[in-house]
Nanobody
Framework: QLQLAESGGGLVQAGGSLRLSCAAS????????MGWFRRAPGNEREFVAS????????YYGDSVKDRFTISRDNAKNTVYLEMISLKPEDTAAYYC????????????????WGQGTQVTVSS
């Protein structure tokens, strides 16, 4: 079955760090640009970060720039999101996504979505 499975979410204090993982089954991640999105309660799904197929190009939403780092290990068929200096406003469900373009990645051009992992940052 084709699946993107996120893990690594949880409860963390403000200023803390988390590392999210997205493991793929049923598809080869090297064929896709990958990204992370998040959705906080009462908000629409928001772009967080994306990475090109070979990992050379990376893009970040303004709200997470300089705090989050996206990376990938195609040999492990896995994508990561390292988050530091977490803020309460980072609280959201985080979704892994596979698409065709890292530079223009948005909710409109995603091929596959994960089910999400919850990140909660306490103040």
């Amino acid at each position: 079955q084709l699946q993107l499975a996120e893990s690594g979410g949880g409860l963390v204090q403000a200023g803390g760090s988390l590392r999210l993982s997205c493991a793929a089954s049923g598809l080869t991640l090297s064929n896709y640009a990958m990204g992370w999105f998040r959705r906080a309660p009462g908000n629409e799904r928001e772009f967080v970060a994306s990475i090109s197929r070979n990992g050379v190009r990376k893009y970040y939403g303004d709200s997470v720039k300089d705090r989050f780092t996206i990376s990938r290990d195609n040999a492990k068929n896995t994508v990561y999101l390292e988050m530091i200096s977490l803020k309460p406003e980072d609280t959201a469900a985080y979704y892994c996504a596979a698409g065709q373009s890292a530079s223009t990645m948005s909710t409109a051009n995603i091929d596959y979505w994960g089910q999400g992992t919850q990140v909660t940052v306490s103040s």
